[in-house]
């Protein structure tokens, strides 16, 4: 006892409890937790970080069991940047993550994760690719979207607008990644085997992270409960991606899997199959969660701010005048091309500030390969673990100003308004990670989701259904726990066709609602 009252006194997290640590209190904010993280991380004021332990049992409580939380930028600036080496992914993420994702670049470090990297990176940053996905998108948005927005603009109807853009953007990086389209996204949404089973893996894998690590290893050995699961669901993937590989293979295209079969490992031989899935795999996952996710907050936020959603439209409108003349018919002919959607600076403004308060992946973990000493004076042990809290920085009045609970698209624009301006601080906002794991579709993700919302909004206005709950799934993506359910409207541009951008009116603050379960 007076071994546990000395640990106690050492943290500076939740409180603490004999055998379970401060599990007890995470099991009571589940429904919470992120929101959570940042009332601890508030009250220990400017520092922004606190230590808890999980397993607080002599020789283990300070390695093993021993947890650091932080939002505070430099020590993230440390972690992500200035100590790369010494914060890898771990051997439990790796292990959990394996069945599903091998040694792809989201789940491999050293040498695997480099060579992917700078494979990628090569591809990335071609005018190329971000056309192939701006012409993905556009298919799929002029030939399906609309079609099926447009059944439901009825009072009568509703429509999961979250389901929607997971089969859209789904479609779309399955696409862009092995250039064939499963069609999710289609007149009566029929269920698809592959879209399934990778939802099922994906989902059994993230049980993985709810249970000490033994367990699930006896589950897998025993093929029962999730890992049975996870077993029948990588059979239907594994299938359908040998039969994507080989289609590739006798019919090369300009998707992303057609580009690694060109290039070479660094022994100068082809990626061998199992390798060319985990890249293609890895990508999916990356690709569709993050975009549908930040969109589905995104449209939410408007539903709050009906001014940002007129500026939002606005923009669009005049950048149709100038593209497309004044006759609002012609607009809607076409989604925007890849000229126009560089164009939009308002609008990825309010996405940049959607990411900031609802990043798509809230939280990530570390593990310390040796002991470090944070700039904040923070030790971590080697053998620890460290969660940056991306879902806190955004809401830290030390790091944003008093202003950090408000949805204000404005804060990213320069001061005429004509130019997006990042944040000065680049660790201040890491929707997109940072350091050298720095997300590297970071611009296609921006260019999709500006092809998205500018598609829907240009046709539509969307409004909650009445008493629908929008609350946080507790997941490693930012999900909608009960979708978003809207009713779908037409949109009259008449209003917008000579409208000038200034005419917008201003709604003032607006603090945003809480999308959280009250504490059990």
Known sequence: MVWFWA?????????????????????????RVHDWIVDNLRATGEAATYQTCT?????LARRQGLV?????????EHILRARFDNYPKGPMWQAAFHDLLGQGIFNSDGETWLLQRKTAALEFTTRTLRQAMARWANRIIKYRLWGILADHCDAAASVDLQDLLLRLTFDNICGLTFGKDPETLSPGLQENPFANAFDSATEATLQRFLFPSFLWRIKKALG????????ESLAIVDQYMTEAIAARKATPSDDLLSRFMKKRDGNGRAFPEDVLQWIALNFVLAGRDTSSVALSWFFWMLMQRRDVERRVVMEIASVLRETRGDDAGRWTEEPLDFDELDRLVYLKAALAETLRLYPSVPQDSKYVVADDVLPDGTVVPAGSAITYSIYSVGRMESIWGKDCAEFRPERWLSADGTRFEPAKDAYRFVAFNGGPRTCLG??????????????????????????????????????????????VKPRDLAGYVAAP????????????PTTTAAAA
């Not at 640990?7 to 007890?24: A, I």
């Not at 397993?55 to 020789?59: D, G, I, K, V």
Request: proline residues 9%; contains cysteine.
């Open 7 to 31: 640990l106690t006194r050492r943290l500076s997290g939740p409180r603490m409890w004999p055998l379970v640590g401060s599990l007890p209190s995470v099991v009571l904010n589940r429904a």
């Open 55 to 59: 397993l607080p049992l002599p020789f």
């Open 68 to 76: 650091t939380v932080t939002c505070n930028p430099r020590n993230l």
């Open 224 to 231: 029962v409960g999730s890992e049975r699961n996870l077993r």
């Open 442 to 487: 970071k611009d296609l993700a921006y260019l999709q989701m500006k092809s998205i919302a500018s598609a829907v909004l240009l046709r539509h206005s969307v409004e909650l259904v009445p008493g629908h709950k929008v609350e946080q799934k507790m997941s490693l993506t930012l999900f909608m726990k009960n979708g978003l359910r809207v009713h």
């Open 501 to 512: 951008p200034e005419e917008a009116p201003q709604q003032g603050a607006f603090v945003i």
